[in-house]
């Protein structure tokens, strides 16, 4: 519910109801009541990639500047020219994944990861690495495709915050 | 500087960085190439001094043109770059006379130095 106080809160216990969270839902809270009604461990739910990842999308563009001995400006220009080549990148690297290139994802997610990595876009750098892992020992296992959502919802949010 | 350097690498985020940092160091000519083969036509057509080699370039990759260089008994000191400088590539660099290995990302610190002992090794 997006509103709940703490009368209610007791009405839909006394009616049967388990548990409850509150809107907009946060993903610590969501993760912990379902770990209390299933067989999952909190830890085993915490241990996944995307709740460890999230926490490295902060950017700052001053601590990046720093460490990289650049401007501002030279900085956001690096920003942009990789926001806009990794979008190509990504449709090919989609291509790719759809006819199990693995030579080919191996290949797109390797030159994502260097350049996210020099300019220090940590979530992205570790996502294409990932990707690039699996894709360097053909490991047919993975869910690619999965995979890289994970990494395109990286590039945007990041995207959406440096541009 | 009156030092001509090529920068080999397919990706313009990592070149713009690098001509950057050169920039900083008054490098006199900066040339690029965008993969190993554009490197090796501009190898062959003008005098480098210094070349930054990444590794995985399409065309020819960053051991292809390090054999070309080797080959040449060229004075051309290289410099490769890879985000997979394993041991095991390291050893194929070397053995291709390679001086110098960097992991990316790189940091300017790493610049800095492999620049540093590049120029003295060169006045001495």
Known sequence: ?163 | MNLVVLIADDNLVMRNLLKFYLGKLKIDTILEAEDGLEALKIIKEKEIDILFLDLMMPNLNGFNVANYVNAKSSEIVTVALSSDMSEKNVKVFKTLGVKYCLEKPISPTDINTVMNEILNNNDS
């Open chain 1, 1 to 163: 519910t997006g509103n709940i106080q703490e009368k209610d809160k007791e009405i839909y216990l006394s009616i049967g109801i388990d548990d409850y969270i509150s809107k907009p839902i946060d993903l610590d809270q969501l993760y912990l009541v379902i770990a209390k009604f299933t067989y999952f461990t909190i830890e085993s739910i915490f241990d996944e990639p995307e709740v460890s990842t999230v926490k490295n999308l902060e950017y700052s563009i001053t601590d990046v500047v720093n460490e990289l001995e650049l401007t501002e400006e030279f900085l956001k220009e690096l920003l942009a020219i990789f926001f806009n080549s990794v979008k190509d990148e990504v449709v090919e690297l989609e291509k790719a994944i759809k006819v199990k290139n693995y030579e080919e994802i191996y290949s797109i997610a390797h030159s994502i990861k260097g350049s996210s990595g020099n300019l220090r876009l940590k979530a992205v750098f570790e996502k294409a690495k990932e990707i690039e892992q699996h894709s360097k020992n053909k490991n047919i296992s993975i869910n690619y495709t999965l995979l890289l959502d994970e990494l395109n919802g990286f590039i945007q949010n990041y995207a959406k915050d440096l541009t």
